[in-house]
């Protein structure tokens, strides 16, 4: 019985072309996409500039504490001239719902880096520093000074009444060393403290920043021939879903290819690769087919074939006719992922042991 299972009916007529000739425009994110503390991530930059000779780029972050000028900057430095105007940061998504919801001049109590309180205050609002000042809302981003005494602030204001918008909910933030507390950790603090929820997260996994940057792009902009490209499951990914775009995960970050391969459904990448030369190795709107038995299950995808069989519960991977176990390209990985989630979609356990690099239980 073969099955069809995701609508991929909008791809149909471009199967086989790569991504980076396939979608117009790619929002990418940048902490363990293009850059982990201040290094480049391997691969990301030549395979970007490749990229740009036939699509169009924009950098999407969720770190408000950085201006659109110095992201531009970093990236250029690292060796691929970006311009400020395409790079759109979490503190543009949390002005803009500030505006949608609190009256212009209103004092705004501004936990985050200068640029952020700049950003607010070019939105129009009053900037205050304490708790004392009356604030009618607490806008939190996270900034590398960020102490206690400014998440105290952010506390008492709440217990006030101010309403409170978060720039964004990531818990870790990678680092050269490793994986340091994000934003979403230090939100954790004051919730705790308060009992107040954020009332607005504006960065990913909203869809806010997606969708500003393709206004931003065009008017007339098809939304298929956008790509999300993201490290994180829970933020780049679930807003690309949200938002109905395609997306590509890259494992230059926080995810690890087991991750993916045990996504929850809304957290699915469309493509899955090691790193950005994905963009042009792998091919876009490829659609799976799944063969379902009595004693197996398969997906076919592109020159990809994953089986699993019932009574073993081992996936086998095939690239043609020969058996793969490690070193798996994008269009593999992504073929085992659909395996992956049709099975957990379906309740049936597999095992993974065949696989080698593929770090599951
Ligand atoms: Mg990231």
């Known amino acids: 019985m073969t099955t069809p299972y995701d609508d991929n009916e909008h791809h149909s007529y471009a199967e086989g072309c790569s991504l980076s000739s396939f979608y117009s425009l790619a929002l990418l994110d940048l902490d363990g996409v293009i850059y982990r503390g201040h290094d480049a991530v391997p691969y990301a930059i030549e395979s970007l500039r490749h990229a740009s000779q036939q699509m169009s780029l924009r950098y999407v972050t969720n770190n408000p504490s950085r201006s659109c000028d110095d992201v531009a900057q970093h990236i250029t430095h690292l060796g691929l001239p970006v311009q400020p105007s395409h790079v759109m940061t979490s503190a543009d998504a949390v ?7 609190i009256p212009a001049s ?36 996270w900034f590398p000074q960020i102490g206690w005494s400014d998440l105290a602030q952010a506390a008492f204001a709440l217990e006030q009444g101010a309403l409170y918008f978060i720039t964004n909910r990531d818990l870790t933030l990678p680092q050269e060393q490793g994986l340091a507390p994000g934003n979403g950790s230090l939100v954790q603090t004051v919730v705790t403290a308060s009992g107040v929820e954020p009332l607005v997260s504006a960065g990913k996994p909203e869809p806010t920043l997606y969708r500003l940057c393709c206004r931003q792009y065009s008017s007339s902009l098809d939304r298929c021939r956008v790509l999300a490209v993201g490290d994180r499951l829970d933020t780049d990914i679930l807003a690309a879903n949200r938002g109905g775009y395609d997306s590509l995960c890259v494992l230059t970050g926080v995810t690890r290819f087991s991750d993916v391969l045990h996504a929850s459904r809304d957290q699915r990448p469309t493509y899955v ?17 799944y063969n379902h038995t009595d004693t197996s299950v398969e ?6 074939c994953a089986h699993y069989e019932m009574t073993s519960q081992h996936i086998t991977l095939y690239h043609g006719n020969e058996v793969r176990e490690s070193q798996f390209t994008g269009e593999e990985m992504t073929c085992v992922c659909y395996l992956s989630w049709y099975l957990s979609d379906h309740h049936i356990a597999a095992s993974y042991k065949g696989l080698r690099g593929v770090e599951c239980v």
């Open 106 to 141: 209103a004092p705004v109590l501004v936990v985050g880096s200068s640029t952020l309180q700049q950003r607010i205050y070019e939105a129009g609002y009053e900037i205050v520093h304490s708790a004392a000042d009356h604030p009618v809302a607490v806008v939190e981003g």
């Open 273 to 289: 690769s090691a790193d950005l030369r994905g963009l042009m190795t792998l091919r876009a709107c490829l659609t799976p087919t």
């Open 95 to 101: 002005a803009l719902a500030l505006q949608q919801r």
């Open 299 to 304: 997906v076919s995808y592109g020159e990809t």
